[in-house]
């Protein structure tokens, strides 16, 4: 669904008015007799359960739940043996070797073996399959050559010598195990893929590998899960339900009204009042993730003015967004990479510790250098995905570009399968809700985003200066060599305005009294089989 409307100064105070509606909860049957379900808010519907097209974090919680890779992730974030028992790197880090555990079996009972792990990746590196991550694996022997069609998958630089060992060799040293949590690294079942084709992930297609199976999906509804019993460990909860909640105040009385048992997110709303009325419930802890509009480079009105882009970026009022807007522990963004990356100091713009009535001010003489005025005001397009946070921020930083330059913003809001795919296009988007959840812990999972012709490189920036960057950090000799590489990276891509930083995130979610197990971790991955549900009294 879309809305087309015109923004004026005194929204940024109405933005802090908005609300949902309730929904419902339901009850689930497993063998004839009634079980406690695990009810789950998950945002917007994921727009594929492809593990190796996964783009979102919607779909990454639940692949997590019906998938495991050759490792995996405890309840506090931990990389932890998954498929493989053990696994070790060559010395000089360039060959990294898995070995499997005995009898591991696909949900439909099927062996699963080391060359079903390589052909699924062969699958995921092939050019049909776009995956959207596979730029994060280039460390790889011939991943980019074989994604862009120069070789075919055969050529992949992962083989199995024998049925439990998997050998990846790279080119360059890199964190493989952290990599290997993406689901792109899930072993997808390759038959059903050539049977069934897209609806391979449609309920009774889906083969995984899990602690879950995928009972049921309701598009723009619910998809529930139930327990793998061919899963090595069983899960303590024997199904899982996940809500689509685009809408996060309906989320929150939803989960009032004890229809959820976890929220994916909390709406705004003054911190004090929430744990005032939610106490222990309320689970807010920092998280490695950045949200940032997106300039998108690709078209004539932001592509050759860097100077109009910096405006647009000092307009906003990061501190006020972050006390007023969004309101739950984030924090205000002048850079890309958050705080809090593993052996990595961030850049930051520089003008990150003036005042707000400064940055204005330059702001309105760079606009008009750009030549826009009152009597020639810019027209700009601000497109989201339908969420009640995601409206009131851009309701907000729509207001600030209209109040202090002039700009007049158009805002667009799209359900979320058609935001990301105009996104992706680049062909009818001028400034939209871009943003980055840490995949793994390094500074270089947020930086990949603008390489030149990468998958999630919505902004269309092409810079030379910026990709050698990227490949001196790939070809650092330490891993000090590597972060100054990475934080010149950073600098360069900041000094470009491709994007505007907003905040950096904090998780939030509401958490019910009868779970059991749920853990903060900085990549806010909470998987299932990890939880328990307290019995009723």
Not at 134 to 151: E, S
Not at 317 to 338: C, H, N
Request: with cysteine; hydrophobic share 45%.
């Amino acid at each position: 669904m879309k809305s087309r409307q015109s923004i004026a100064p005194t929204l940024l105070l109405l933005v802090l008015g908005l609300a949902g509606s309730a929904a419902g909860v339901g009850a689930a049957q497993d063998g004839g007799a009634a079980t406690t379900v695990l009810e789950r808010g998950n945002g917007p519907e994921p727009s594929t359960l492809d593990a190796h097209r996964c783009p979102e974090v919607a779909c990454g919680n639940i692949l997590r739940d019906l998938y495991e890779g050759l490792v995996a992730e405890d309840a506090r974030g931990r990389v932890v043996p998954g498929m493989a028992e053990r696994w070790e790197v060559s010395p000089d880090a360039r060959t990294w070797t898995f070995v499997l555990r005995k009898g591991l079996l696909w949900s439909n009972g099927e062996p699963l073996d080391a060359p079903q792990v390589v052909a699924s990746f062969r699958r995921a590196f092939a050019p049909a399959t776009a995956a959207p991550f596979a730029v994060h694996f280039d460390a790889i022997v011939h991943a980019t050559d074989v994604q862009a069609g120069r070789l075919p998958p055969e050529r992949l630089g992962i083989d199995a010598p024998d049925a439990r060992t998997v050998v990846f060799h790279l080119t360059r040293s890199a964190a493989l195990p952290q990599l290997l949590l993406l689901p792109i690294a899930y072993p997808v079942y390759l038959p059903a893929v050539r049977e069934f084709g897209e609806q391979h992930t449609r309920p009774g297609h889906l083969v995984g590998n899990g602690a879950y199976t995928l009972a049921a999906w309701r598009p723009q509804s619910q998809l529930e899960l139930a327990r793998n019993p061919r899963f090595r460990d069983p899960a303590p909860i024997a199904r899982v339900r996940y809500h689509v909640t685009e809408d996060a105040a309906s989320e929150l009385q939803r989960f009032e009204a004890g229809g959820l048992d976890i929220s994916e997110t909390v709406p705004p709303q003054p911190l004090p009042a929430l744990r005032a009325r939610f106490g222990g419930q309320l689970r807010i802890s920092p998280y490695l993730g950045t949200m940032w509009i997106g300039l998108n480079l690709r078209q004539p009105l932001l592509r050759d003015r860097p100077l109009l882009r910096q405006a647009l970026s000092l307009a906003i009022d990061r501190d006020k967004l972050t006390r007023y807007i969004s309101g739950l522990g984030e924090t205000p963004a002048y850079g890309v990479v958050p705080p809090g990356v593993a052996a990595y100091a961030p850049a930051s713009l520089p003008w990150a510790s003036w005042t707000q009535r400064r940055r204005e001010a330059l702001a309105r003489r760079l606009y008009a250098m750009s030549g826009y005025s009152a009597s020639r005001p810019m027209q700009l397009e601000l497109r989201y995905n339908t969420s009640t946070p995601h409206r009131r921020l851009n309701l907000a930083i729509a207001a600030m570009w209209r109040e202090v330059l002039g700009v007049q913003v158009t805002l667009r809001n799209e359900e979320w399968k058609v935001f990301v795919g105009n996104r992706q296009r680049g062909v009818i988007t001028q400034a939209f809700r871009g943003g980055w959840i840490a995949d793994v812990d390094d500074a270089r999972n947020f930086l990949a985003n603008f390489e030149t012709g990468g998958q999630t490189n919505w902004s269309g920036l092409a810079d030379a200066r910026f990709d050698a960057l990227l490949d001196a950090a790939d070809q650092a000799p330490s891993p000090a060599a590597r972060a100054v590489a990475l934080r010149n990276a950073e600098a360069r891509l900041l000094g470009l305005h491709a994007l505007v930083p907003v905040y950096f995130y904090a998780s939030h979610h509401l958490v019910a009294p009868r779970v059991r197990g749920f853990q903060a971790n900085a990549l806010d991955h909470h998987a299932s089989r990890f939880l328990s549900l307290a019995p009723p009294r």
